[in-house]
């Protein structure tokens, strides 16, 4: 799910997001799925925030690489504080524009440094699914696969 801005935890919505938060949970492990949150751009330390409180069913997030650049975080920073909770990674590529977010561009020609990312996703430890996603663009389906042969190719 995508929780939205949450902009601090010291804010007067924070107890009822995670109230919320641990009941959707709670439902999901009642109907046998796992709820999961996108990071979009709360920090780190309010993403480990939120799902340190949710103690009523499981939770987990998904790390979606563009995200990454559009709120300007860092992203092995970011991995590394909250690989333990990560548990689906949604692989995009993104520009950041001097103006605006950024745009979407097809995987391997952004800013995500792959050749980074993926033997970090491996030191952590990660056994899930690594999703290349494609929102934008004309050929979103020749792009998904470009994206994985070009992912495969720096692979060991």
Known sequence: IHPGMIQSTDTGHFPMICEVLNDLARHASHVGTDLCLACEKNSSAVMRELVSRV??????????TAEMIYSRQDP????????TWIKSYRLRDAIREMDGEGSEVALGKGMVVWDHFLPLVMETGYQGWLTVDRTQGENKIEDCR???????????
């Open 55 to 64: 103690t009523n069913g499981f939770i987990g997030i998904d790390f979606d």
């Open 146 to 156: 470009t994206g994985i042969s070009y992912l495969n190719s720096l692979l060991p």
């Open 76 to 83: 092995e920073a970011t991995i590394r504080e909250l690989y």
